[in-house]
């Protein structure tokens, strides 16, 4: 039974990638809102109430790490914080709120988990196509996409520094997924994908794929835009 660290699985591909992995591994959310994961009462399944936007993040994790006596085998960085709107209508908070969540709260959250992994441990960071280099963009999304574009670069760097310790480091860039975020940003878009397909690869990935793949950014998209 592996240990798993998921974050931002209060709804979406988060939340079913906690319900899939927590079928047989033990598996530890931090997440804003743990109501539906509480819910379950999964032996298997632990949800914190974290946020990501706040400081010391890396402090709090590990004593959640700590009180849980958990040590991840695998973590998948899945919080994520869309704005879509104007480049030239964002406010500086709301710039800060995206990159707090998506590049400076999944860094902390690496930083509290490094000194408990083992040999073999996989970490997994979400991005997005649009913040993979030569994709097509989506006006709107200049702020949400370049704070994908600093995940992936991250994940390249943080697997070279980790490459000794033999743990792996990757970065999903999903494409479209049926979830309320795209809802939410692109209302009436229909994803190839929904949530539970999505979350499906994804968990087999962090699973398995560490064995062949390191220090790389794989677009997950049907498409090639
Ligand atoms: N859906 C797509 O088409 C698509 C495409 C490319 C990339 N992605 C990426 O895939 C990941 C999952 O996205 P999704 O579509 O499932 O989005 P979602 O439905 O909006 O879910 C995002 C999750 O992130 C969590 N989160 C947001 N802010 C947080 C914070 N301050 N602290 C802790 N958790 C926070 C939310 O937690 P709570 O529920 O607890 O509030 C939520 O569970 C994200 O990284 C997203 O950028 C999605």
Redesign the pocket.
């Known amino acids: 039974m592996k240990q798993i660290l998921i974050?931002?699985?209060?709804?979406?591909?988060?939340?079913?990638l906690a319900h899939i992995l927590s079928e047989e591994n033990k598996v530890l959310v931090?997440?804003?809102?743990?109501s539906a994961l509480k819910k379950l009462n999964h032996p298997n399944l632990i949800a914190e109430?974290?946020?990501?936007?706040?400081n010391n993040v890396s402090q709090l994790a590990a004593e959640i790490f700590k009180r849980h006596q958990f040590n991840p085998d695998i973590v998948i960085?899945?919080?994520?914080?869309?704005v879509n709107k104007p480049f030239e209508k964002i406010t500086r908070s709301e710039m800060e709120?995206v990159y707090?969540?998506?590049v400076f709260?999944l860094m902390e959250i690496c930083q509290a988990v490094i000194p408990l992994l083992k040999a073999g441990s996989h970490i997994v960071n979400?991005?997005?196509?649009?913040g993979f280099q030569g994709s097509a963009k989506f006006s709107g999304l200049s702020v949400?996409s370049s704070s994908?574009a600093a995940v992936a670069s991250f994940s390249e760097c943080l697997a070279e520094e980790l490459k000794d310790k033999k743990i792996a480091v990757n970065c999903l860039?999903?494409?479209?997924?049926?979830?309320?975020?795209?809802n939410?940003?692109f209302p009436g878009y229909k994803?190839p994908?929904s949530?539970n397909e999505?979350a499906a690869f994804i968990s087999d990935f962090s699973l398995n794929a560490n064995q062949w793949i390191n220090g790389k950014v794989i677009p997950v998209s049907l498409s090639t835009p």
């Open positions: 974050t931002g699985a209060g709804r979406g591909i988060g939340e079913q931090l997440t804003r809102n743990t109430q974290f946020d990501l936007e706040k960085n899945n919080a994520g914080l869309l709120a707090r969540v998506n709260g979400i991005g997005s196509m649009g949400y994908k860039a999903l494409g479209a997924a049926q979830t309320e975020m795209l939410e940003a994803a994908v949530a999505m």
